[in-house]
């Protein structure tokens, strides 16, 4: 399976590192794409001896069976159409950025159409199985609480706005309690898991987000609260963040390894 990468951070080292030690199987990147020659996906790609791009025509001409988006919100409204429109298949890790009804509408109907795998993993949160298996009876609610220690929401512009001093913070602090609709653009690098939760579930209108930092926490932390006809389900996760940035957990860079590993298997357990 041939490859290629856009983004330069830590889930983009760490699909290199595994790939290159042959975890994954026949798998072998062929580009590494960033947004110039400045991005520090240059520097990973020479690193592990890779082609480097900064457009979409030159990461097209490497021939890449999947593309796995591991960049921001921009690079899927600005790639990820054209990638599955012309046939390649695409996991995209910014999955907040399909807040935008249009943008995942265009997606779809693309994938569709070309018949190119357009997936979103699960990140770092569990249950979204259940989730849509119990959509199926119907359910009535859903609601994620993700906490996360303060160094976790530094230099993000919202957090900034609310002129909260995160080194000096004592208590937990509610940045965000609503829709997820409203929530998910708000934090683009830290809630992407809300985002998948409401697609698998009952939509961005009806899932309900709340955003805190919490100086008494080392882990990032999701609480999940699903009420429906089938039952009542309650998952809480305490995830270690990534050491390269602690705004992801570390769960999800590898939930984005496992999602590669079953782009062309014959064979699934569970959802």
């Known amino acids: 399976m041939r490859v290629g990468i856009i983004g330069g951070g830590s889930i983009a080292r760490l699909f ?11 798998v072998k990147v062929v580009a590494v794409a960033g947004q110039s020659a400045a991005s520090r996906g240059k520097a990973l790609a020479q690193e592990f001896g890779c082609v480097f791009v900064t457009d979409l025509g030159g990461l097209v001409a490497e021939r890449p069976d999947v593309v796995i988006e591991a960049a921001s919100h921009q690079a899927v409204r600005e790639h990820a159409v054209s990638l599955l429109e012309k046939g390649i298949a695409v996991i995209v890790l910014s999955g907040g950025a399909l807040c935008d009804d249009g943008l995942r509408s265009a997606l779809e109907q693309a994938a569709i159409k070309s018949g190119a795998l357009l997936y979103v993993p699960s990140g770092g949160i569990a249950g979204l199985d259940a989730l849509k298996a119990a959509c199926i009876a119907g359910v009535d609610a859903v609601t994620i609480t993700v906490m996360k220690p303060p160094a976790a929401w530094k230099n993000i512009p919202f957090v900034g706005e609310q002129k909260v001093d995160l080194d000096r913070l004592t208590a937990a602090h509610v940045f965000y309690d609503g829709p997820a609709r409203q929530g998910v653009p708000l934090f683009p690098q830290n809630v992407n898991i809300a985002a998948v939760l409401s697609m698998a579930g009952i939509g961005f209108d009806k899932t309900r987000l ?42 999800a860079c590898y939930s984005a390894l496992a999602a590669l590993k079953l782009v062309k298997s014959p064979i699934r357990y569970g959802t």
């Open 16 to 26: 290199l590192e595994h790939i290159r030690r042959g975890d994954l199987g026949d």
């Open 210 to 251: 709340k955003v805190v930092a919490d100086p008494a926490i080392k882990h990032n932390t999701h609480e999940i609260e699903i009420r429906g006809k089938t039952g009542n389900i309650t998952i809480r996760l305490q995830n270690v963040p990534s050491p390269d940035n602690p705004k992801t957990a570390w769960l």
